[in-house]
């Protein structure tokens, strides 16, 4: 769990631990989809990898707009799109482009992103409040 000294000391939206772990999605993803059928490359194909991007997009440019409550809008915004790769992961699953145990994996994947987003999202706002309540 994220402490508020922990945040003071990352300079990068690169170190955070959730940052990393949807790049690591997201490269995988990127391998995925190669395995796709051609006539998918600008329908299943292009919405996975946006949704994978705007993952790790919306962490970065969450990051650096400073102030808790944009941060955290950015992160919600990832969520959803989190949301939308899962659903896409059973659209291939569906479509018969991947086996079972490769999409538990993706799924499992990708709820571990959300869990760790989730905790970032707690301590984006407790990190406001704490922040709100010194000022006060």
């Known amino acids: 769990m994220f402490q508020f000294s922990d945040i003071v000391t990352l300079n990068l939206f690169e170190d955070l631990e959730v ?10 993803i990127s391998t995925l ?8 490359k600008y329908r299943l194909t292009d919405q996975m990898i946006r949704a994978s ?15 808790h409550q944009e941060n955290i809008q950015y992160c919600r915004i990832a969520r959803g799109s989190l949301d939308e790769l899962h ?7 569906d479509e018969g ?11 499992d994947e990708k ?11 707690n301590y984006l706002k407790k ?7 010194k000022l006060a």
């Open 19 to 28: 940052y990393k772990k949807a790049r690591a999605l997201r490269t995988k």
């Open 33 to 40: 989809i190669k395995t796709f059928p051609k006539e998918e």
């Open 53 to 67: 991007r705007s993952v790790t997009h919306q962490l970065a440019e969450g990051f650096g707009r400073y102030h």
């Open 87 to 93: 659903d896409q992961i059973n659209t291939a699953f």
């Open 97 to 107: 482009y991947i086996d079972s145990k490769t999409r538990s994996t993706f799924v």
């Open 111 to 121: 709820m571990e992103v959300a869990r760790m987003l989730n905790g970032y999202i």
């Open 127 to 133: 990190a406001k409040s704490s922040h709100s309540t």
